[in-house]
């Protein structure tokens, strides 16, 4: 399922963290906001993982989870597109 | 509906016209990311007014819809939670 994630990551090294292991997983359609597809499974692992690369009293991060209507409804202005999944292909 | 606006906005004085504009429109959850309750009709005002504010050539402004279900799926590491929408009363 499309992941947005965004982060406010107040310490410029580990912001960096952030966005370097985020690139591991989707596209950086903005600053500091990323769109990725993840299974259950992989959304389980990023938001265990960036819990140990954050300082949760100073750092915000945030994962909402987009199905496809909410994808459709996606509007963007200025720079930027919709991040398009790979087409699914049920296979035997 | 609650409505997610992200924004990358180059210039200082353009960014702080959006944040005041989206101000008016519902709670700032991260340095440049906004939850919004809209209507429809808002929805679509909130987009005429922010692309007369931005440089379409250089900003960068993305809206998300979310409904009940992904606002259940909404996951936050570190500061911040989830806007709650007003209970809606169904009258008379």
Redesign the interface.
Same mark, same amino acid.
């Given at each position: 399922m499309l992941t947005?994630i /965004? !982060?406010?990551v107040v310490i410029d090294k580990r912001r960096t963290q952030v966005m370097k292991y985020l690139l591991g997983y989707g596209s950086r359609?903005? !600053? /500091?906001?990323f769109e990725c597809d993840l299974t259950a499974e992989q959304?389980a692992t990023v938001?265990r993982d @960036?819990?140990r690369l @954050? $300082?949760?009293?100073? $750092? /915000?991060?945030?994962?909402?989870? &987009? $199905?496809t =209507?909410?994808i459709k409804? @996606?509007?963007? &202005? =200025?720079? =930027?597109q919709v991040t398009t999944l790979p087409p699914y292909y049920l296979v035997g």
């Open positions: 947005l /965004s !982060y406010d359609v903005q !600053y /500091s906001v959304f938001q @960036i819990a @954050i $300082d949760a009293q100073t $750092d /915000s991060v945030r994962c909402y989870r &987009l $199905d =209507g909410a409804q @996606i509007r963007i &202005l =200025g720079r =930027g």
